[in-house]
């Protein structure tokens, strides 16, 4: 009856343990990859963007800062802005502040007119 028992166990550690590894490392590489694509390089992208940004900006755009401040930049440093945030109120912050670019109100207005347009045209493509 021992021997029936012997029969029935798995091989000895030396066969299997070869494959084992090799297979329990599948779905950690998976997971590295997965989570590659759905995080780590979406948030690059967003920097890389953002660093774009960063260096494009020039006098007389209006952005908001991370601090939730939303001004006109009057002065740019390598290092810093200036910003007018009320008549004559002006802060200076790093340029690493800057949350985002703010439309100005001529880009709103000529968007404004484009969208009735868009609209009249899409209505006509319809008919």
Sequence with gaps: M?????????????????????AS?????LMFVIFYFLL?????KKAKEHQEMLKNLKKGDRIITNGGLYGQIIALDTESISLEIADKVRVK???GYVAGL?????????QKKQKPEKQKSDQLKSK
């Design 2 to 22: 021992v021997s029936i028992v012997y029969a029935m166990g798995g091989p000895g550690g030396g066969a299997a343990g070869g494959q084992g590894g090799i």
């Design 25 to 29: 490392l599948v779905p950690l590489i």
């Design 40 to 44: 780590i390089r979406p948030q690059q």
């Design 93 to 95: 912050i790093g340029r």
């Design 102 to 110: 703010l439309k100005s109100p001529s880009q709103e207005q000529s």
